[in-house]
């Protein structure tokens, strides 16, 4: 019974996570742009999330008349819960950390599950921007996913292990991140593509898109979307400070790296504008694609060496 209200806790902080997150984004970005940012409920604008959240959920909602109803509100329920599962899978100070050997497997097998609520969610709206806007990300992320495998496998290799533990006990004396630094910052481009974030956000292309396949979301539905792309974030930010930093045995120290990798996905969101479409397809499959292979089979040569 312990076991599972401390996967409560570790979930409900995510989600306190979350909202604060976004409150940070809000304040980095505004003060990129020369701006204050939200700062005027509360102290500072510390109580702005809450106040968003109380918005959405009482938001009245609109039925649609030519939804698939199933699929349009299991979507987004299916999305959320995916991203506090996974968060349970990533190595934490806690009791609530499961296990499992083979870990990494494990996490990306339930991470490919988010390709269908974001496909369904498009496809159930019943609208051509939200066809569209899923579309886009589904192909990107299903490109991207085969850079993330090749970099997870290179780490593998090197360390012997696919335990996200071992991966953070294997790094007490040294970073896995200055032995393959140029994977690494394929690693953490591919993150970015993963999760949706500028410059490589298609899937809420407001320019072309009208945002996207949350078009036709509002309200507690639309939160949930939301809640589940900035947890996806937080999820991946501490996941790359396990494998290339092993942000595992010390809390403070995993809460800094995880810290740090959240703030630079704002600075890159506030930096650079969105790229084509195109040029995004090429990145993967012509430059990571072939540089990921040929450094899994450099590392897979100097395990079998050695």
């Known amino acids: 019974?312990?076991?599972?209200?401390?996967?409560?806790?570790?979930?409900?902080?995510?989600?306190?996570?979350?909202?604060?997150?976004?409150?940070?984004?809000?304040?980095?970005?505004?003060?990129?742009?020369?701006?204050?940012?939200?700062?005027?409920?509360?102290?500072?604008?510390?109580?702005?999330?809450?106040?968003?959240?109380?918005?959405?959920?009482?938001?009245?909602?609109?039925?649609?008349?030519?939804?698939?109803?199933?699929?349009?509100?299991?979507?987004?329920?299916?999305?959320?819960?995916?991203?506090?599962?996974?968060?349970?899978?990533?190595?934490?100070w806690n009791s609530s950390f499961i296990f499992c050997t083979f870990g990494i497997f494990l996490f990306l097998c339930i991470s490919s599950l988010s390709v269908y609520s974001t496909l369904f969610a498009g496809w159930s709206s019943n609208s051509k921007y939200a066809l569209l806007g899923a579309l886009r990300a589904v192909a990107q992320t299903i490109s991207y996913e085969v850079s993330m495998v090749l970099v997870l496998l290179s780490g593998l290799f090197l360390l012997g292990s696919f335990s996200f533990f071992y991966f953070g006990w294997f790094q007490y004396e040294f970073f896995l991140f200055l032995i393959i630094f140029p994977v690494s910052f394929i690693w953490f481009i591919t993150v970015l593509a993963e999760t949706n974030r500028a410059p490589f956000d298609f899937a809420e292309g407001e320019s072309e898109l009208v945002s996207g396949f949350n078009v036709e979301y509002g309200g507690g539905a639309f939160a949930l979307l939301f809640l589940a792309e900035y947890g996806s974030i937080i999820v991946m930010s501490v996941l790359t400070s396990v494998v290339f930093f092993g942000g595992v045995g010390y809390f403070l120290f995993s809460c800094f790296l995880g810290s740090l990798v959240s703030f630079v996905f704002l600075w890159v969101r506030g930096s650079f504008p969105r790229m084509r479409y195109d040029r995004l397809m090429s990145l993967t499959w012509k430059c990571f694609l072939p540089f990921s292979l040929f450094h899994l089979f450099f590392s897979f040569s100097i395990c079998w060496i050695f």
């Open 1 to 92: 019974m312990s076991f599972f209200f401390d996967i409560l806790i570790n979930d409900v902080c995510l989600l306190l996570a979350v909202a604060f997150f976004t409150l940070l984004e809000r304040k980095i970005l505004g003060y990129i742009q020369l701006r204050k940012g939200p700062n005027k409920v509360g102290f500072l604008g510390l109580f702005q999330p809450f106040a968003d959240a109380i918005k959405l959920f009482t938001k009245e909602r609109v039925s649609l008349y030519s939804v698939n109803y199933f699929f349009y509100l299991v979507s987004p329920i299916f999305s959320l819960f995916l991203c506090l599962v996974l968060w349970v899978l990533i190595p934490s």
